[in-house]
C-alpha cells in the first residue's frame, strides 16, 4: 500500500518530494534495506545527507549513534523532527562537543552544525553505521530544524558569520583591520591616521598585554569593536 501511495502521490514541491521519498523508504523491502545498510557501511553514502534524512524522519524521540568502524563517532538526539543535541564521542574535543545548546534555535543550528561538520571530517568519508533507539523527550535543550541546519552548514562553508560580518564592515567602515590568529601582520584598509588610532587598540587588547592588565583604549574610540571568541 505505501509502495502504491509513494508511485501515486503527485508531487506539489519539496515537501510533496520528501513525503514520496519517506513512503517509499517505508515500501522498502528487508533486503533493500539491508542494501543501504551496506552501502553506508562501505562508504557509498554521504554521512550528512544521512543523518539530515533520519532528523527530518523522525518524529518520536530517539536517540541516533553514529558508530565509525568498531566505535562510537557520536550520538545525537531527535525528536518531533528537530536536533535537540549531539555529543561527540571523541578523547580529543575536550568537552567542546558537549553541553546544551542554547535556547535560540538559529543559535542551537549554528552550534550543531560545526559539531556535525567535526563529526564528518572523523569519519573521513568512510564507511559508518546507524544505531537507533528510543529515548526521553529532551528537556532543557536548544533544539532545530533540518533547514535551519542547511541554512547553518551552508553559512559554515561560505565563511561563516565572521566573514559575513567583514564584508559587511569591509564595505561600509572608513577604515577597518583583520587580526589572524596567525603569526601575521593584520590586514588594513583606510587612511593612516585612522589605522594608527585601530593599530593602538589592537595593542591594547592584544594577549601579550598580559593577565590581570587593564587595557587601555585611546581616547578616539572605533565605533564598532569585534572581539575574539571561541569557535565553539
Known sequence: MADRAAHHLPLQGSSG???SEALARLAATPAAIRGQASQAAAGREPLMAALLREISETVLPRELTVICGQQTAAVLLVAHRR??????????????GTGPAPDDPAAAARIFAGRLRALEAAAEAGGFTLRRRPCKTPQGAGSCTV???????????AGGPLEAFRAIAEAKAEAWMFCSRKAQAPEAHGPENLLRQLDTVRGAIAPSAGP???????????????LPVSEH
Open 212 to 226: 590581570g592588565v587593564s587595557a587601555r583604549l585611546p581616547e578616539r574610540r572605533p565605533e564598532c569593536l569585534l
Open 83 to 96: 536536533l535537540a543535541g549531539v555529543c561527540l564521542d571523541r578523547p580529543d574535543d575536550a568537552g567542546t
Open 17 to 19: 518530494r520528501t513525503l
Open 147 to 157: 533547514q535551519m541546519l542547511r541554512d547553518a552548514l551552508a553559512a559554515e562553508a
